[in-house]
């Protein structure tokens, strides 16, 4: 499996987003970005903890194909927490996080996995199949405390950051590779393109396939100054621009 990829960060800002493609296996990460002068206990931030993450599953992934994708996972946290374990405090509830979609082949099967609010989306006989961990869509609240106190917590949301028990709760599965026709990975600064702007996925795909990944940023990128208002149809503040990653698998 090969893929192609394109990444963008919102404009103006450091990118926050992370891709690894190989022969074989993608990783999109999607660090959460920080409210300034917030004390996370960590002195390296979203940046730094998608960077290492994605050496971690990188190292692992690539020494092993069958070890289970949320074991996998666990793994990388818990490599990434002895990293910086010496110098920050990894109990805050505030420290840096990351949204996790891994696809990988393994023996004509093509195994995914998902963690909060990145996708997995695959076309196949039957249609689209969009693997999405939506957890986050349904918080009882979203002021800073409360989604730091549901972090990580049974009845809240779960995502990658200092516990390696987040893993276990990952969306994970299986499609055999000849029932695959198209597959994307995609961080939500993309899939805002159906999910506010009116695109199928059909047509995300189409267009990536007529003029590549990057062609999906751009896209994204004319409707966020185009037409504004349809991110604020759910009630939740949704950001005018985040960062955009999409790997789109070729062939
Ligand atoms: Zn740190």
């Not at 990188?58 to 996972?73: C, F, Q, Y």
């Amino acid at each position: 499996m090969d893929f192609a990829f394109a990444t963008d960060p919102a404009p103006g800002r450091r990118n926050e987003d992370h891709v690894v493609v190989s022969a074989g296996f993608a990783i999109l990460l999607d660090g959460v970005t920080q409210l300034p002068g917030l004390d996370s206990g960590c002195l390296h931030g979203p940046n730094w903890l998608v960077r290492m993450l994605g050496a971690h599953l990188t190292e692992a992934l690539s020494a092993d194909r069958t070890t289970k994708l949320d074991e996998v996972l666990a793994g990388a946290i818990e490599g990434v927490s002895r990293r910086h374990a010496h110098e920050c405090d990894l109990t805050n509830p505030d420290s840096p996080s990351s949204t996790v979609a891994i696809v990988r082949e393994r023996d004509g099967q093509v195994d995914y996995l998902v963690l909060c609010d990145s996708a997995v989306v695959f076309e196949h006989a039957d249609g689209i199949t969009v693997i999405n961990d939506d957890r986050t869509g349904g918080l009882p609240a979203y002021d800073r405390v409360s989604v730091a106190r549901l972090r990580n917590r049974r009845g809240g949301f779960w995502v990658a950051s200092t516990d390696p028990a987040a893993a276990t709760e990952a969306i994970t599965g299986s499609i055999g590779r000849s029932e695959l026709s198209r597959l994307l990975l995609c961080t939500d600064g993309v899939s805002r393109l159906v999910d506010f702007f009116g695109f199928t996925w059909p047509e995300v795909f189409d267009l990536v396939e007529r003029r590549g990944p990057g062609a999906a940023i751009e896209a994204v990128r004319r409707c966020e100054v185009e037409r504004p208002e349809r991110l604020h149809t759910t009630g939740r503040t949704v950001k005018r621009h985040d960062d955009a990653t999409l790997a789109v698998l070729l062939g």
